[in-house]
C-alpha cells in the first residue's frame, strides 16, 4: 500500500486512539482527521477530546451528534428483533460499531482522506465489525490498522508509549480496565476480569447498583410500546428516543437492573470475559417479550425467535451492511404491526418481574382460557386434534410392538 497522504482515524479518546495519531504521523507521516461519534459515552469521556485529539497531533477533528440516530435506527431494531446474543449479551458495543465506522466513512469521502484507521486490536472482534463496514461504504479506501502492525503487543505497553510521546491518558496499570460506554449499555474488560475465575470486583460496575444497595422497597415501571418500538415510560410520551433510554437508564440503574457476567464466543475464534451493565436496554428487552407473547400467534413468535437468534449474530459478527439483514428487518417490522401495548415491570433489588400487559391487539382470550368452561371452546374436539397428532407415535408404537411377537 502506498503510504497515505491524509487518514481519518475512528477517534474515542481513549487509550488505543490516543496513541495512534502521532504513531501514524510517525510511521506514515500523513494528516489525521480523528473522527468521533457522540453515542452516549458521556460528557467525561467528551469533555476536551477536540483539543486533545489535536494537541496529539490531529490536523482537523470531526465529533458528530448522533445519539438519536443510533437508538431510533439501530437500538430499536436490536429491540423489534429481540437480539440477544448467546442468551445475554444485549450487543451494546457491536450494534454501535457499524455506525461510527459510516460516520467515519462520510467524513473521510467529504474532507478528501485516501485511508481509514481503526484502534481496534488484532484479537477483538471491533476489527471486524469496522472493516467489514468499510468495504461496505468505501471499498476503494486501504485500511491501517495499527495493533496489526506496531510492536506494542498489551495495555502497559500502549501507556507507556503515550507517556513517551507525552499523551495524556486516565489509564494506568494498577486500574487497567478496557470500557466501552454508549447510551445502550457499558462493557467491562481487562484487569482482573481476564481470569473468569475471579469475581468482578465490585469497583467495575459504573452505571448499576449493587443489590445490596438498591431501594429496599421495589417500584413499579410500565413501558409503551407502538409497532415494536418504545415510545413511552410511565405513561409518559417520548418525542426522543434518547431521552426515553436515558430515562429507563435512571430507573434501572438504580434499582440494579442490567448486569451479566459473561464468558463470549467471540467471531474471531476465541473465548473472552466482559462485564456488561445494560439497565435501560434490559426493562426495555423484557417489556417487549412479554408484549410479544400477548400480542403473536404461535407460529409466528415461534419463527421470529428463531430469527432472533440469527439476527443477534449477524449485528455481533458486523453484517449490518448486508441486504440479508436488511431484508430480517423488513420481516420483523411487519412481524411486529400489532406489538402495539404497554407493560409494567416491577424491580426489586436486581430483579424484575412483570406485573401487567396490555394491548389493544392481544390475543388473548379470557372465553378460551379460563377454566370455566365455555361456549367458545368445544372440549371434545381435543380428542380428534391429539388422534390426528398421535397417530405416527400409534402406528410406530405397533409396529414395535409386531417385532417382539
Known sequence: MA??????????????TSIIIPWLKENYGCEVVAVCGDIGQGGEELAGLEAKAKKTGASEVRVADMREEFVRDYLWKLVRAGGEYEHKYLLGTSIARPLLAK????????TGCDALAHGCTGKGNDQVRFELTYKALAPHLPVIAPWREWSIVSREDAIDYAAKHNVPISQTTTKIYSRDRNIWHISHEGGALEDPANAAPEDVWMLTRSAKDAP????TVAIGFEQGVPVSVNGKPYASAAALLEELNAIGGEHGIGRIDLVENRFVGMKSRGCYETPGGTLIMAAHRELEALTLDRNMAHYKQKLALDYAEMVYNGLWFTP??????????EASRAVTGEVALRLYKGTLEPVSRKSPYSLYSLNIASFTMGAEYDQKDARGFINLIGLPIQVRAALASKAKA
Open 324 to 333: 440479508l439483514r436488511e431484508s430480517l428487518d423488513a420481516f420483523f417490522a
Open 3 to 16: 503510504k497515505p497522504k491524509k487518514v481519518a482515524l475512528a477517534y474515542s479518546g481513549g487509550l488505543d
Open 103 to 110: 460516520k467515519q466513512v462520510e467524513v473521510a469521502l467529504a
Open 216 to 219: 429496599d422497597a421495589p417500584a
